[in-house]
């Protein structure tokens, strides 16, 4: 088939990313079908359990706006300024996201954004919604493409293009895992997570302040809570996961949480119950290469998690997976139609990007589970504050550039190396005062800037 | 079933690791059936163009002493006391393995080590061999193990433990191999190989002195040759794949090789017809944690390259694979049996281990390609045989710790690193004239020896 043509085209998976790509896919005139193991979850629900929010930040707004749904989104996020870190001893103390105190990051139920992402794509001319089918077969070469239904029946769709955009553990991705020169890992963190929740008040309100993102820093372990717009907070609980199951009667689930969690045990009015009911999830980070391959017959593409699955820690893996569509929609825009071109332009741009994201996502569980509760850390975050107050525009933090900016993620650990030198020399500047008036400062900042 | 009972146990495969730890397991008394997808390789020989020789050294050399093969292999093997590089100018530089040049490495076919093997294993009373049984399932909570066999019928024996030496694809490691918490990764260079001959001369001569593994380090590419009892050399050429297709015509190849390999070129009599039929193969390192999956039914165990698949540039890969089965014997005797605490022991103390050696082997990809021919690279290994003639015994080169001791490859990183901190130290003492008649210094190796 000449690519240039109208290709046929399956989407795999109807999570957030699968759902935006169809949409835009089907904007440029094709015809999309996405392929869902799952019921429709507007109809089901969501599973118990399972990574119920997330936060939205810059580049997950820029993708959702290409679709109209940035300001219905941010109608139903709560934004969260920074962060609430809660020591051992039950102190409270917030750290701003950004130096002006006005940037957040926004708290969305998952379900409620997929949902919307759902009727988006299920409105837009071209695209096709098949729900209850389960991928069982998909061989580039013979072009067979097969789905089990959930009621027992086999589906043999053709597809020219199929885009795999079924997260982690893409059943997709496993067509190709086993070929010749795929490189691929997963590589699984010793710590699991477990959601637990910190219900509303008996008269309504928030059990803590909704305008944080709030971390319990315990080294080993570390909570996280994001607050949901019924007022109740979602909590994620990081252990390793051999951890988990030393808690094994009630008194010591609760003697453990008083012990470690002393100012949201009280809260945590399910404690026992969600522990205990509620599974213990993996944390898991997987890389590939290449994302894009070539059969007879059939081209596949690996979107989103299922390219790079990455930690939660940056709050970036929803964020990032949205970028990967918008950046599929800009390629083929390009290429002028042209899928083959257009494919290998995505995964070209994208690979270190992700590589980048998905190293920083790790980073940051160390930073938060350890490091944000130091006095060397809190130090240097109000430093940098300072320096990003006084040089405004010229230092950002890490966490800005990634979750404030849609700068390539690549090129951050770069210009936090150059930042991070001029932010030495223009100390060691000011303290010997050399740099008069700051000048020489400031056209060291310009020349990082402009790189 | 209790695991210090006599468990039924599968072998897939009966390359070298699965002919080995058969017998070994058998002559503690279990009863061992060994199944292989292939069919007799001592009837059909072996495949073309893959790894046809292979270097013995000291850890291969003490695993086979504990069958009974040890000298029975060197009465086969071409014993190779050092490199020869050949120059793009034809030059020809012999660099001796040990600073006493009287050890080897032991170039040998792999179709008669393995047809060695298999004899030994066929004769030791408890071991079964099967062959032309390809795994088509396995299941480690049903018990289900399904073989199809050469004449299309499925066979289903039992197992308690399945213990994988089915090499670098392993097929039993697709059982875990997505499992929750299963880490695996599996690393392609972009470099493949492709396997040439240099038969004997028309006089029945080597056309090249077969004390020597021959290296051509051409940066981009690289060929090395090994002696073969049959007075001809097997070539392997490692290029990155994208530029083996870029030559298609006879001439384009013939003109390559005169070009990059002068001296070459004249005894590759079947250049051509080598190079348009060998495949390439592919380089691949695989690592992955845990290597022991337990289920409701079947224990698996991953051993050899199917735990640990390194590329060849250290001429580790059999070796360490046949070490892998001596410990797991080891730990049966350390355990008294009990084959859960032997195999968590065995993993345990292995995998560092044969991390340790894919790394060696990857660096030595870049040292063999580039550094060899250098300068630099060949006055640091003269200076290395210098010292380890005046300190005999306490400096030793990291190709001798690798190749003739069986000291755990994980210690080697780290004892290189406080050699080279000594030589230093030597140098400078010799250099100043402060260390009187070498004291000091022989007293510091004689800490590092220690430890």
Same mark, same amino acid.
């Given at each position: ?38 019921? %429709?979850? @507007?109809? /089901?629900?969501?599973? =118990?359990? @399972? ?24 109608? =139903?996020?709560? $934004? ?25 990051? +926004? ?6 954004? +997929? ?7 299920? !409105? /837009? $001319? ?14 580039? %070469? ?14 043999? #769709?053709?597809? %020219? ?25 997963? &590589?699984?963190? %010793? ?9 509303? /008040? ?8 909704? &305008?944080?993102?709030?971390?319990? #820093? ?8 994001? *607050? ?11 252990? *390793? !996961?051999?951890?988990?199951? !030393? ?18 045990? $009280? ?19 997987? !890389? ?23 930690? *939660? ?24 139609? &042209? ?33 944000? +509760? ?17 040089? $405004? ?29 001029? /932010? ?28």
């Amino acid at each position: 088939m000449p690519m240039t043509d109208q290709p046929r085209i399956a989407v795999v998976g109807t999570g957030l990313a699968g759902c935006l790509l169809a949409t835009l896919l089907a904007r440029r005139g094709l015809e999309v079908t996405v392929y869902e193991r799952r019921e %429709d979850p @507007r109809r /089901t629900g969501p599973e =118990r359990g @399972r990574s119920i929010n997330l936060a939205v930040s810059a580049r997950g707004l820029d993708a959702l706006e290409r679709v109209g749904l940035r300001e219905e989104s941010l109608g =139903r996020a709560l $934004p969260m300024h920074g962060r609430m870190i809660h020591s051992v001893a039950g102190a409270e103390s917030f750290r701003p996201y950004s130096a002006d105190r006005q940037r957040a990051i +926004n708290s969305i139920s998952r379900a409620e954004l +997929n949902a919307s992402l759902l009727d988006v794509a299920e !409105k /837009t $001319p071209g695209v096709t919604l098949q729900f209850g089918y389960r991928l069982r077969e998909l061989n580039l %070469d013979t072009g067979q493409l097969s789905f089990e239904t959930s009621d027992g029946h086999r589906r043999r #769709p053709h597809a %020219d293009i199929v885009l795999a955009t079924d997260g982690s553990y893409s059943a997709a991705r496993r067509a190709v895992t086993f070929r010749q020169d795929f490189t691929f890992s997963q &590589d699984y963190l %010793d710590a699991g997570y477990k959601e637990l929740t910190i219900p509303a /008040t008996p008269d309504g309100e928030f059990a803590l302040d909704p &305008d944080a993102l709030h971390i319990w #820093p315990r080294g080993e372990s570390m909570m996280i809570a994001l *607050p949901n717009l019924d007022r109740s907070f979602t909590c994620t609980l990081f252990w *390793p !996961k051999a951890d988990f199951a !030393k808690l094994e009667t009630d008194a010591q689930i609760r003697d453990y949480f008083a012990r470690n969690y002393p100012d949201a045990a $009280p809260v945590l009015l399910n404690l026992v119950e969600d522990f205990r009911q509620n599974p213990v999830g993996s944390l898991v980070t997987v !890389k590939c290469w290449p994302w894009v391959h070539r059969g007879e017959r059939v081209t596949l593409a690996l979107v989103g998690d299922a390219a790079h699955a990455i930690v *939660p820690f940056f709050g970036q893996g929803a964020n990032c997976a949205l970028e990967d569509c918008v950046e599929i929609d800009r390629c083929l825009d390009e290429s002028g139609g &042209d899928w083959q071109r257009a494919l290998d332009t995505y995964q070209g741009r994208r690979k270190a990007n992700c590589d980048a994201i998905a190293e920083m996502a790790l980073d940051n569980f160390v930073e938060m589970r350890d490091r944000v +509760n130091s006095r060397v850390f809190q130090a240097k975050t109000a430093a940098q504050h300072a320096l990003e107050r006084r040089l $405004p525009g010229h230092y950002v933090s890490r966490y800005e550039l990634v979750s404030f900016t849609t700068m390539p993620y690549a090129q951050i650990p770069d210009r936090m190396r150059r930042q991070n030198r001029a /932010t030495a020399a223009t100390a060691a500047g000011l303290g010997v005062g050399v740099v008069a008036g700051g000048s020489v400062a400031r056209a060291m900042w310009r020349r990082i800037r402009r790189r």
